[in-house]
Every structure is written in structure tokens, then in C-alpha cells.
């Protein structure tokens, strides 16, 4: 499902880890006071879980359909510490995020606060146009193999296959500014057989989960890696017990629901050419709506309307 895709992808740089070449780091927020949720009486029964998470799947479905309108601008904030806990090194970035072809992209247009160079455009402008073409390559291929793929044309990990990989349990009903949630626990099963990388994900994370119970879309989730995990005997991919991320989303003109904030902190290794130790949050604010043509267009000349 699509929520559950959000749930792969939540932990961007987790994310990035664990499915190295494919990886992106996917995060977005909105500079909004974090909610605070406070329990509401049970006075009306719960749904069915499985049967409000396959609903939630179908809805963002639908809602990817809107959210190909939006551009938004997204900024990341990487904290590399040393061994001794000590901040090494931050790295700033600043993306639009748009999406072009039915993929969703992220242009980088600012590094630690610089505007890039003409020649660096140039090749960020390049690099988008044919990440999204072999995206769109590859979700047609495995279109044609009768296999879900995200809009990335990866592995989609639908509700269905989220309970063979685990359990949603302890639902409860909470309200978060002032909407109804149906909060869930969801833990992976370590016994459970995976097919891919992005299953072991998720078979040996644990987390919550909190969904708008008006718009049957995920407003919020947590989780956290419950050992060392490892693939290649660690050669390969190797992250720490305990590495977690947040990542809460926000509803935008009354339509859509996009995300509002991710953070993650944590260790991991990837191969020898990555290795970080420390954390990552990200803010995305200016949602607006634009069209664009199968290329790269600057937001200046980005037909652009007004959200509010």
C-alpha cells in the first residue's frame, strides 16, 4: 500500500541503507507546531483494522492522483557525529519536490545554503529527466509482469502482505489537532519469509502507526529497528538496534495529505562507500500547484496557482 510505501520510504536515509542503489532520502514536513495527542473516550466501536488498512491503501491510491499537482519545497538537515558523540559534520539541502512523468522527484536547488552554479542546474536538471525516464521504464516493465510497483516502478509492499510480515494490534481511537486517529502497533515477524530487501525492512522493524479516521490516510507513524540489522553477513547492509524515525504528514487545502516531517537517528552502513552515524530531519514548507511537460521547469516559470 501506498501508506505502507510511506512506511518503507519514511525513514529516508533508513531507507537509503538498507536499499542502497535504489535508495532516495525521502522526508517532508511542514514548519508546524508538532501535535499533541491526548486519548479520547471510547465511545464509538473501532473498525476492523485490516479492513481500515486496506481502505487506507485505496485511498492514497487516489490520493496520488492530486498530489501529482503539488510542488513543495523540502529541506534536509544531516548531523554526522563522531565516535565520541560529537557533531562531525551538517550538511544542508534544499529540494523542490515535484512530480514529472508520474514520478515523484526531488531537484536539488541549494547546497548549505548556495545556490547552485549554472553547471550544477544543468546536471541536477539531467540527472531528474533521466531518473524519471528509467522510473517510468521500469513500472512499465513490471506493469507488463502483472507485478505492484510504486511510481518508482520498485517493490510495493501492500496491506496484504504487511500481515503475512507481521501484526497490527492494540488499536485505539486518539484524537491529533483535533481529528479523530485509529492508532495501531504494527510488529514484524522474524520467523515471516521475505522475497526482497524491502521485506526484511519491514519484517524486522516496529512501530505505530496513527491514521486519520475521516480521510482513511496515515497522518502519523514511528518505528525502530528491533536488533542489529544485517544482510551479507553485514558486508552488505548493517544497521543498529534502536536506529528509528518519525515522519508525520499534513493536509493540505482540505484535498491531500502530504508529508510534514521526518526525522531519523541512528547508524548504518552500506557496502564500504557509506557509513553514517547520527541523524536527519527534514521540513518541507510552499505547497503550491503546478503542470509541467515531460522536462525539467524552473518554479519561476512553473504555471503555479495559488493554493489559498
Not at 265 to 288: I, Q, T
Amino acid at each position: 500500500m501506498a501508506g505502507a510505501r510511506v512506511a518503507v520510504r519514511m525513514a529516508g536515509w533508513v531507507a537509503l541503507a538498507c536499499l542502497a542503489a535504489r535508495a532516495e532520502w525521502v522526508g517532508r514536513a511542514q514548519d508546524a507546531v508538532p501535535a499533541v495527542a491526548k486519548q479520547e473516550p471510547a465511545d464509538r466501536p473501532l473498525p476492523d483494522i485490516a479492513a481500515l488498512m486496506h481502505e487506507v491503501e485505496s485511498r492514497q491510491r487516489e490520493a496520488e492522483k492530486v498530489e501529482k499537482d503539488y510542488i513543495y519545497h523540502s529541506v534536509e538537515t544531516g548531523v554526522e557525529l563522531d565516535g565520541h558523540g560529537a557533531v562531525k559534520k551538517t550538511e544542508v539541502n534544499e529540494y523542490d519536490v515535484f512530480w514529472l512523468d508520474g514520478v515523484p522527484v526531488r531537484k536539488l536547488v541549494k547546497k548549505d545554503g548556495n545556490e547552485l552554479s549554472a553547471d550544477e542546474a544543468r546536471k541536477e536538471s539531467e540527472r531528474i529527466d533521466k531518473e524519471a525516464a528509467k522510473a517510468k521504464e521500469r513500472r512499465e516493465k513490471e506493469d507488463a509482469k502483472g507485478k505492484e510497483t510504486d511510481p518508482q516502478g520498485h517493490d510495493e509492499i501492500t496491506v496484504s502482505r504487511l500481515l503475512e510480515l507481521g501484526a497490527f494490534t492494540n488499536p485505539r481511537r486518539v484524537q491529533m489537532d483535533g481529528r479523530d486517529t485509529i492508532v495501531v502497533d504494527y510488529t514484524g515477524d522474524p520467523r515471516a519469509k521475505t522475497h526482497n530487501s524491502f521485506e526484511n525492512v519491514i519484517r524486522d522493524m516496529a512501530g505505530t502507526i496513527w491514521v486519520d479516521e475521516q480521510d482513511k490516510t496515515i497522518a502519523k507513524l514511528e518505528g525502530h529497528f528491533v536488533d542489529n540489522f544485517k544482510m551479507g553477513g553485514g558486508l552488505l547492509v548493517s544497521i543498529r538496534k534502536g536506529t528509528n524515525f518519525k515522519l508525520q504528514q499534513k493536509r493540505v487545502n482540505g484535498e491531500v495529505w502530504l508529508p510534514a516531517r521526518v526525522e531519523g537517528h541512528g547508524e548504518a552502513r552500506v557496502f564500504l562507500f557509506f557509513k553514517f552515524n547520527g541523524s536527519l530531519s527534514v521540513l518541507d514548507s510552499d505547497y503550491r500547484k503546478f503542470k509541467t511537460s515531460s522536462t525539467i521547469v524552473s518554479v519561476g516559470t512553473a504555471a503555479v496557482e495559488t493554493p489559498k
